[in-house]
Every structure is written in structure tokens, then in C-alpha cells.
């Protein structure tokens, strides 16, 4: 599941439950960095089914929290910001 993906699926949940339950949803939201970061590492271990090492299981960790890393500081597309004076 992409990460556009899981939103749309969060904003789903969150028209069936926020009138019961809406600190869930507004949590999920808050955190979401956090929960991208671990969709990534999911993802990343998802395609191996075995791992020879703790090493090689902390290796692969740690690059898909790198690869989560440079997508934080990337531009957004199409943002054509300028400065403003009032």
C-alpha cells in the first residue's frame, strides 16, 4: 500500500469512527512522519522473507529509514512559492 494510499484508507477510517473516537484518527494524523517512516522499514523488510544476520536485518532497517530521510527533504513538486510583503 503507497503511502497516498494509506491516507486515503486513514480518511475512510476516519469518516466511520471520528463521531465515536476522533483523538484516533487526530493522533494518526499528528504522527503521521512517524508512521511513514514505519511503513517504509515494513516495506523494505516485506520483500525479504529471511534474514541471514541481525546485521543484515539492521542494514536493511537502517537504509530504508535513509531512503524515508530524503524524501523529507525533498521539494514539494509544483510549489511555486514567493515572498510576500504585507
Not at 18 to 30: G, H, L, V
Not at 46 to 58: E, N, Q
Not at 63 to 74: D, E, F, R, S, V
Request: hydrophobic share 45%.
Amino acid at each position: 500500500m503507497a503511502a497516498k494510499e494509506a491516507l486515503i484508507a486513514l480518511d475512510r477510517f476516519s469518516d466511520g469512527w471520528d463521531y465515536k473516537s476522533p483523538q484516533i484518527s487526530r493522533s494518526w494524523r499528528a504522527h503521521w512522519h512517524n508512521l511513514n517512516t514505519l511503513y517504509e522499514i515494513c516495506k523494505a523488510i516485506k520483500k525479504r522473507k529471511l534474514f541471514p544476520t541481525d546485521d543484515s536485518a539492521k542494514k536493511v532497517i537502517y537504509l530504508a529509514i535513509q531512503a524515508a530521510a530524503k524524501k523529507w527533504t525533498m521539494p514539494i513538486r509544483n510549489w511555486n512559492w514567493r515572498r510576500i510583503d504585507l
